[in-house]
């Protein structure tokens, strides 16, 4: 095929789209659904309506071919978990008595069972649930989801491409079941797992599936030779069958690497794959292997994770160059726009000169649609588009909002000394225990308590002038103080105010900062039911007054026990906005630090003891290839520091991490040289514990007792069960006693009683060391 024809052969696809709705009405019926208020045939209508007005959105807007199946009620990862049959044995009776409550019970836990672990989906904020798999496990094929939304986007005469996690990927992702061996490989369940695959995509094609995306982004990491030659293996057999639909293999979130030859070599039908700033190199390694000659290649030029209006003339200048190297060339967002808000035009309050430089998922859809058709039908049918497109890029480069000479003055005068304490962590340690005063195994919480109906009604209330200012600071005082009272008679040690004032823990520092802006519909997918808006970091960072330090004052004037300051960090503050693209992180994380750093003396100097500066996002932002991370951990490790290094030694600074994988960042968590880390381990029954262990960590640590995904109230024995385990690795005099993460996302009677246990479960084995 000629590069005239490829281009003329352009279509526009993406391969996933958000799922909650304008006004997040998919959440509204889960939730309804969990408290009864919904019945499931009104969850699925709802659902169904979402799915339709979607494909129907995308078409409209010029779109080729819609995704299907990237819809989930809660995980795409865990609907793969049911496709392929892979139930826990402690589910399985859940399941077949009722799917729907069965596949919740997975996700959240019930009462008796415990939920699947949940981690973060490679570096972003997006969470799955982690398959549980070991050598007894048996897969049964279960099609019925893909191929339903498949026959929906069908009966509305769309061109549908069923999109499903990749078997290799899926493999890649699980962890071995409980009771099953740590060194168990889920990968030598490949040949298992095939016939499952090949089943599906044989169901799909006699469904009406031309075309099924398999989605393989665990081969842009640093994969060893076994591992690549299981995507061989996988992919030399699903090709090989004779009864399925095309087959094209997707890649996102970095550069494909070793893979590439592989897949390139491989007999599917197409490769996807990124082709932004960070996968960029994935031009010259597909023209260093050939191409893909007689194949197709649907190229990601749009960035699916970011907000800021894509470079038009730049891509189209990769899309003309990618011509030469494939049968067919089609144009993408650079992943699932799940990752992104819906639409800019639901923003109201941006200022117009600002808005113009966004794209939310409608918005990218269209640059995608218009970058189709330039390359099909030439640059001269959107002249107008692409003029209109370099204006609004010189307005960003040139606008004072982006540029301001004292803070990037102040930054380029740090050095090394201000990111360093003034005493090594031995005299720290000491000098806190004595003005502490805290007793073996101390307790405490990781910030936020339950946002009250009341709370956000107070809220909600505030922004339509229902109440004044005094009459919402009265009601956050009350709940202040309530938080306050129940810490206290619950037997707490070290206590925090519970953030009532706080909407999220980005947004709200974000919204009293300098150069971010806060959106009102701008709501992202974290996990399940829960969605963040994620602040738009758009220009230099500085902070014109105190955040904090009122509330935390207040609520330290309620207690004689310490309040810990709460602070979120410098890199999650990046991680959990969308961060500018026209500088590099380290110089806008250290703008951040400088202003977070202020803030910390400011509490400090108000007489708080304890601060707490989270950093959740700290793994997550791991660069996904070995090669990047220390040039990442080095700015990253840097900017805490920054942050935390203005104390005296007798103030204690705590951080708090969760759900993500530690075990590669242990030493980074060393270097971040916090007093006192929490993280998040009930659901991996203390596995950071060992992996801190097996490094040799110095400083104190609070493995979480209390899984606070989960509406299940764990006991006290199991409380201490998971401190006992503790104990293994970590000794008494550095332990912490403590939930794995905030719980701003509980209801109060499940958070009291989960705390009741945990002070008792930490007086109960206090009590055996003392006798021991």
């Known amino acids: 095929m000629t590069a005239k024809s490829a281009a003329a052969a352009a279509r526009a696809t993406v391969y996933g789209y958000p799922r909650q709705g304008p006004n997040r009405e998919l959440k509204k019926a889960i939730e309804g659904y969990w408290k009864g208020r919904v019945d499931a045939g009104a969850l699925r209508s709802v659902a169904a309506d979402l799915r339709s007005a979607n494909w129907r959105s995308l078409a409209d807007a010029g779109v080729h071919e819609v995704p299907t199946g990237d819809f989930s009620y809660y995980d795409h990862v865990l609907d793969t978990t049911v496709m392929v049959g892979a139930i826990p044995e402690r589910h399985r009776a859940a399941v077949q008595a009722d799917a729907l409550d069965g596949y919740f019970a997975m996700a959240r836990g019930t009462q008796d069972v415990a939920p699947l672990e949940m981690t973060k989906w490679f570096d972003t904020n997006y969470h799955y649930l982690v398959p549980e798999l070991g050598p007894d496990t048996v897969f049964r094929t279960d099609s ?212 113009r430089w966004l794209a939310f998922a409608r918005q990218k859809t269209a640059e995608v649609v218009t970058l189709a058709k330039g ?17 609004d890029l010189a307005s960003r480069d040139g606008s004072p909002i982006t540029h301001d000479p004292s803070v990037r003055a102040r930054a380029a005068a740090v050095t090394d000394a201000d990111a360093r304490r003034s005493q090594p962590y031995a005299e720290r340690a000491a000098a806190q225990r004595a003005h502490l005063g805290l007793p073996l195994l101390p307790t405490t919480t990781i910030g936020s308590f339950p946002q009250t109906a009341e709370l956000r009604t107070a809220r909600a209330d505030l922004r339509a002038a229902r109440i004044g200012t005094d009459g919402y600071e009265e009601r956050i005082k009350a709940e202040i103080r309530d938080v306050i009272s129940f810490q206290e008679k619950a037997g707490i040690d070290v206590l925090v105010h519970g953030e009532a004032e706080r909407n999220d823990m980005v947004q709200y520092f974000a919204e009293q900062l300098t150069g971010y802006l806060a959106t009102q519909h701008g709501w992202v997918q974290s996990y399940g039911t829960r969605y963040v808006r994620p602040p738009i970091l758009a220009g230099d ?3 014109p007054g105190p955040m904090t330090v009122r509330w935390t004052t207040y609520a330290q004037s309620l207690t004689s026990r310490p309040v810990k300051g709460m602070l979120t960090g410098p890199v999650t503050m990046l991680a959990w906005s969308f961060v500018r693209d026209d500088q590099p992180l380290a110089e806008t994380a250290r703008q951040v630090a400088l202003a977070l750093r202020e803030e910390v003396n400011d509490l400090e100097a108000a007489g708080t003891s304890v601060v707490q500066v989270d950093e959740p996002a700290l793994r997550e932002t791991l660069p996904l290839r070995v090669a990047d991370r220390p040039a990442y951990l080095e ?138």
């Open 375 to 391: 390359l099909s039908e030439g640059t001269a049918v959107i002249a107008a588009e692409l003029a209109a497109n370099q204006a």
């Open 541 to 543: 960072i500085s902070r």
């Open 635 to 772: 700015w990253a490790t840097e900017a805490f520091r920054l942050t935390t290094s203005g104390v005296r030694p007798d103030t204690q600074i705590h951080t708090h991490m969760c759900y993500a994988e530690f075990g590669d960042i242990v030493q980074a968590i060393d270097d971040l040289d916090a007093d006192v880390i929490s993280l998040e381990a009930a659901r991996s029954h203390m596995q950071v514990a060992r992996e801190l262990a097996e490094h040799g960590y110095p400083r104190e640590a609070g493995p979480g007792v209390y899984d606070i995904h989960s509406p299940r109230v764990p006991g006290a024995d199991e409380a201490a069960a998971l401190l006992r385990k503790g104990l293994e690795a970590i000794p008494a005099e550095r332990l912490w006693v403590n939930p794995d993460c905030g719980l701003k996302t509980r209801g109060w009677p499940e958070t009291r009683a989960s705390l009741e246990n945990l002070v008792a479960a930490a007086r109960t084995v206090r009590g055996e060391l003392s006798a021991s």
């Open 144 to 355: 019925a989801k893909q191929t339903a939304e498949l026959k929906e986007a069908l009966a509305l005469g769309l061109t549908p491409r069923p999109v499903l996690v990749g078997p290799v990927t899926y493999l890649l992702l699980a962890k071995p079941a409980p009771g099953v061996a740590a060194d168990f490989d889920p990968l030598t369940l490949l040949d298992r797992l095939l016939p499952v695959y090949a089943n599906v995509l044989a169901d799909l094609r006699a469904a009406g599936a031309e075309w099924v995306q398999l989605d393989e982004p665990a081969l842009v990491q640093d994969r060893t030779p076994a591992e690549l030659n299981a995507a061989e293996r996988a992919y030399r057999d699903l090709g090989a069958l004779t009864d399925r639909p095309k087959l094209l293999v997707a890649s996102y979130f970095d550069r494909l690497g070793a893979a590439l030859p592989i897949l390139a070599k491989a007999p599917v039908d197409g490769l996807a794959l990124d082709f932004t700033e960070s996968a960029a190199s994935n031009l010259e390694a597909l023209a260093a292997v050939g191409g893909l000659p007689g194949k197709r290649l649907v190229a990601g030029v749009v960035n699916g994770r970011n907000i800021w209006v894509n470079d038009l003339e730049k891509s189209l200048a990769t899309l003309g160059t990618l011509l030469g190297l494939a049968g067919c060339v089609d144009v993408s967002a650079s992943c699932s726009l799940l990752h992104v808000p819906l639409d800019t035009a639901a923003e109201r309050d941006i200022d117009p000169r600002v808005l």
